[in-house]
């Protein structure tokens, strides 16, 4: 068939296809997603109209567009109505559960709140009472007096003269009362506990023991002791670790302890009973190593051996934290076997400070694990300063040493400059608190600490009465050394600039530290020929010159940080500034005085003879300080110096800032140069004895 008729006999179709031609609507979800797809599949499924269909199609086409209309909305509504019936059941279920969850109690309460109504009550009326305008003394006590007085419950007015009627007692009474011979007050019939019950009421586990309980000798400690003891005893068999220092100076200690023990056993009533293993007692001792002297025994005699035969350790070293952690550890197994455990140290030193660092918590979680207790009885620390200095004269050569003795510091870091402006300190002013280690340990384990006095302590006190001595002592709690882990106090520095920049002080100018001792320490012994001194005096000008800038940097650091004093909480701390910075000004006048006196010097040498009755010969010139200056310029350091620590003194009484303000000022600002003599030295016939090591 030809194309023309082939095209001719089909029906004509649109050359494209409209849908085609749509633009993409967007996609949609769900309902809407449904009701397009319909509309589209009725569309496409329906064949285009032709324009002269007659009015039958057209109302079949209408009939048509209402079906598919409402058939529509018929699925609208089927598919909506499971979802409202799902939200109805849900809601319903919730309402439920709620009323459910709410208590009783808080229903009732609710209930109650609601009822109960108020009531308002009127106001009392204000009572007036005029008072007489003239009021008289009595001289006499009648019963007028009495009479002038209102009558409790009386009505009406009541008269200022005599009662109308005659006050008599009732008979009756009055005989009941005097035919009554004794009166006997019983004693309370509750039942009370016993002394062991309420030792056992006492709960068990962790609690801070005393840091500090002064005592005026051995024999108020060893009762305290004994009380300790017998507290445990009424819980359980106890054992009692004696842990000893070796070095020499605690001989008459250790025998003053050995007459005690006699009388511990007879005060706790050990002597004649048949259980006398209820109490133990175990000896250790320590210098350079740790001994154990002596197993745990109730034999009293072995006892007091072991405590006489406790060597003297000639190392000088003490290894005291060391020593309490191994004893402890040692005696282990007795407290496995339900055996309570206290250990008493006795010292007068702190210990070798390299050794406390590295075993101190060590020792203290060992007594813990253990739930032993540590008593110690020891020594009042040294204000700020590790070391104290005891006067030794040597027997064959006649010289005189001052030998280093570990006594402090109080606190876990030293918080005192450790110079006295021209080198290391010499002094032993007591802090008022024993050493940090010894301290820390009878408190964190529950413990005592006894302070027993020493000449120390009399700086501390403002006189020789013991009374007095406890009184400033008490006083200073507020001034209380920090006694947290040394870890502790040191991460605990950047929440107080104050303490930071009061240590970057300290340290900086410590003469212990090999560094700047060189740079904090000037001479204070010349040489006798001339030309030696002038060598020695120009060497160290120039050293003095160099640390008065040291100490003028530290003033400017502490005055900048004025601010920071007045923010710090502890009155510890806000002392700690007050007479460093004083003594940064004071310092700076001393040593520019020195200067002064060693050109001087130069200038105009002093003579001395080179011998002196009896047998005594000059060594050297020794620099002192002394109350005349020799310039000008030290005078407005000297003043602010002076005032700085009269600051001290008012704000921080009672205390070793104020005794230490109070030596300062006592020195005086001025230096002089003065004549040493000594016994010339002689050999020893026999071998020379070394100078001890305490």
């Not at 008459?252 to 109490?279: C, F, H, P, S």
């Not at 870091?413 to 802090?431: I, K």
């Not at 900048?560 to 007045?566: I, M, P, Q, V």
């Not at 303000?661 to 020195?667: G, H």
Request: hydrophobic share 35%.
């Amino acid at each position: 068939m030809p194309r023309e008729q082939a095209s001719a006999a089909s029906p004509q179709q649109p050359a494209t296809d409209p849908a085609a031609e749509t633009p993409a609507a967007p996609a949609r979800r769900g309902f809407f997603r449904r009701r397009e797809k319909d509309a589209v599949a009725q569309a496409v499924a329906e064949p285009v109209a032709d324009e002269a269909a007659d009015d039958d199609e057209s109302d079949s086409a209408s009939g048509r567009y209402h079906e598919r209309s409402s058939g529509t909305w018929r699925r609208i509504l089927s598919g909506s109505g499971a979802c409202f019936f799902s939200m109805l059941v849900h809601l319903v279920g919730l309402l439920v559960l709620g009323w459910l969850a709410v208590p009783a109690q808080v229903k009732t309460e609710l209930k109650t709140l609601v009822s109960s109504i108020v009531e308002e009550r009127p106001e009392d009326e204000p009572v007036e009472v005029e008072l007489e305008q003239t009021l008289e003394a009595a001289t006499e006590v009648t019963q007028a007096v009495f009479s002038s007085a209102p009558l409790v419950g009386a009505s009406g007015t009541v008269s200022g003269g005599p009662m109308n009627a005659t006050m008599e007692l009732d008979q009756k009474v009055v005989e009941e009362f005097t035919t009554t011979t004794e009166v006997t007050i019983e004693a309370p019939t509750l039942a009370l506990p016993t002394s062991k019950k309420l030792i056992d009421a006492i709960p068990e586990g962790e609690f801070k023991g005393d840091p500090r309980a002064i005592v005026d000798n051995y024999e108020q400690a060893m009762d305290r002791i004994t009380q300790e003891i017998n507290w445990l005893l009424d819980k359980g068999p106890v054992l009692v670790v004696w842990c000893f220092d070796q070095s020499e100076s605690m001989k008459d200690d250790q025998a003053e302890i050995v007459e005690r023990i006699n009388r511990v056993y007879t005060e706790l009533g050990l002597v004649n009973r048949d259980n006398g293993d209820m109490l133990l007692t175990s000896v250790t001792s320590y210098g350079g190593n740790v001994l154990w002297n002596l197993k745990p025994t109730s034999n009293r005699d072995e006892i007091r051996n072991a405590i006489s035969s406790i060597p003297i350790d000639p190392s000088g070293k003490e290894m005291m934290c060391e020593a309490v952690g191994k004893s402890v550890a040692w005696h282990r197994e007795y407290r496995r076997g339900g055996r309570r455990m206290m250990l008493i140290l006795v010292t007068d030193e702190s210990g070798d400070r390299q050794n406390n660092n590295e075993y101190l918590e060590l020792a203290i979680g060992e007594a813990k694990s253990q739930d032993c207790r540590i008593y110690c009885l020891g020594r009042e620390s040294v204000f700020g300063y590790p070391y104290a200095h005891m006067r030794w004269k040597h027997p064959q050569t006649g010289h005189v040493h001052w030998l280093p003795v570990d006594r402090g510091p109080e606190t876990g870091f030293v918080e005192q400059l450790q110079t006295n402006g021209f080198h290391r300190r010499y002094d032993a002013f007591a802090s008022g608190f024993g050493p940090y280690e010894q301290t820390r340990m009878a408190r964190e384990t529950g413990g005592i600490f006894f302070m027993l006095p020493t000449l120390e302590s009399a700086l501390v006190r403002a006189q020789g009465n013991l009374d007095e001595r406890r009184y400033e002592l008490e006083a200073m709690r507020a001034y209380r050394p920090d006694l947290r882990a040394r870890i502790e106090v040191f991460a605990d520095r950047d929440r107080y600039p104050l303490r930071t920049l009061i240590w970057k002080v300290v340290s900086d100018l410590d003469p212990h530290n090999n560094k700047a001792a060189r740079s904090v320490e000037v001479r204070l012994e010349f040489a006798i020929d001339l030309p030696s001194f002038v060598r020695q005096a120009r060497e160290n000008q120039q050293k003095a010159k160099l640390l008065i800038g040291y100490f003028g940097w530290a003033q400017k650091l502490l005055e900048e940080g004025r601010k920071l004093r007045d923010q710090e909480p502890e009155p510890r701390w806000q002392g700690n500034y007050d007479i460093i910075l004083a003594q940064t000004v004071a310092y700076q006048a001393r040593l520019y005085e020195y200067g002064v006196a060693l050109e001087e010097f130069i200038k105009s040498p002093k003579t001395a003879p080179l011998t002196k009755a009896p047998n005594l010969h000059l060594v050297h010139w020794d620099a002192h300080t002394v109350k005349k200056t020799r310039s000008d310029e030290s005078l407005p350091y000297i003043e602010k110096s002076i005032e700085l620590f009269q600051t001290v003194i008012d704000n921080h009484p009672g205390t070793p800032w104020a005794a230490r303000a109070k030596w300062e000022l006592a020195r005086g600002f001025g230096v002089d140069f003065v004549p040493d003599y000594d016994r010339p030295y002689t050999k020893p016939t026999g071998p020379l004895i070394p100078v001890p090591k305490y």
